[in-house]
Nanobody, 126 residues
């Protein structure tokens, strides 16, 4: 059984920090990543780790602020979010696909993920 379960969202002030976690079951060898969706906006790939190569990709708007990492022993991936901005407010989803995620950074239009979790809300507001 495959399952992705996110946690760690919440309300934080601008400039604050959050760490999202995703427990991934049944996805050995898959590429794992995070995408987000704000109200009225399209889904946006935020960060991902390629399963085969370990290459990491970020959307430009989070470079230098967000860090994606994985713990293979725990089958968990993380998204460390520093310097949060109001425009980061969205539901964040952990996602998985068998293949390259380079095309799944930025707006998810033609290319998307095959599996994702229930999402966790991140709200950045003073």
């Amino acid at each position: 059984q495959v399952q992705l379960v996110e946690s760690g969202g919440g309300l934080v002030q601008p400039g604050g920090t959050l760490r999202l976690s995703c427990a991934a079951s049944g996805f050995r060898g898959y590429t794992l990543g995070w995408f987000r969706q704000a109200p009225g906006k399209e889904r946006e790939g935020v960060a991902c780790i390629n399963g085969p190569s370990g290459s990491i990709y970020y959307v430009d708007s989070v470079k230098g602020r967000f860090t994606i990492s994985s713990d293979s022993a725990e089958n968990t991936i993380y998204l460390q979010m520093n310097g949060l901005k109001p425009e980061d407010t969205a539901v964040y989803y952990c996602a998985a696909i068998k293949g390259d995620c380079a095309l799944r950074i930025g707006p998810l239009r033609r290319y998307t993920y095959d599996y994702w979790g229930q999402g966790t809300q991140v709200t950045v507001s003073s």
